[in-house]
């Protein structure tokens, strides 16, 4: 996790007041691999002791590796997983904090 880069911060809660965020960071900006999540206690943001993972990673390796047929085939179109990491993140959210 030392080497991660972040690629986005997301906020939820109301607009004018988040109660949560969600730090995503991966390899890469296109390789989301887990989010860090904190509450907004006192005026100030504190990590929770959960840590929210994605399978992004895994995911491309494996399309990678499978490729052995058909040379002339192009690569499986890749899905937008910084997408899907906040759109995991979301129902994360929703799902353990929405009132």
Same mark, same amino acid.
């Given at each position: #996790?030392?080497?991660?880069? /972040?690629? +986005?911060? /997301? $906020?939820? %809660? @109301?607009? &004018?007041? @988040?109660?949560? *965020?969600?730090?995503?960071? %991966?390899?890469?900006? *296109?390789? @989301?691999?887990?989010? /860090? !999540?904190? $509450?907004?206690? =006192? =005026? &100030?943001?504190? *990590? !929770?002791?959960?840590?929210?993972?994605?399978?992004? *990673?895994?995911? $491309?390796?494996?399309?990678?590796?499978? #490729?052995?047929? =058909?040379?002339?085939?192009? /690569? @499986?179109?890749?899905? +937008?997983?910084?997408?899907?990491?906040?759109?995991?993140?979301?129902?994360?959210?929703? +799902?353990?904090?929405?009132?």
């Amino acid at each position: #996790m030392a080497d991660s880069t /972040l690629i +986005d911060t /997301l $906020q939820f %809660g @109301p607009d &004018d007041a @988040p109660t949560h *965020k969600y730090e995503v960071y %991966g390899d890469d900006e *296109k390789t @989301p691999t887990y989010a /860090l !999540i904190y $509450q907004h206690s =006192g =005026g &100030d943001w504190e *990590k !929770i002791d959960e840590t929210l993972t994605f399978a992004a *990673k895994d995911e $491309q390796d494996e399309a990678s590796s499978t #490729m052995d047929y =058909g040379s002339s085939d192009g /690569l @499986p179109e890749l899905r +937008d997983l910084p997408a899907e990491a906040r759109e995991r993140s979301e129902k994360h959210w929703r +799902d353990n904090f929405a009132d």
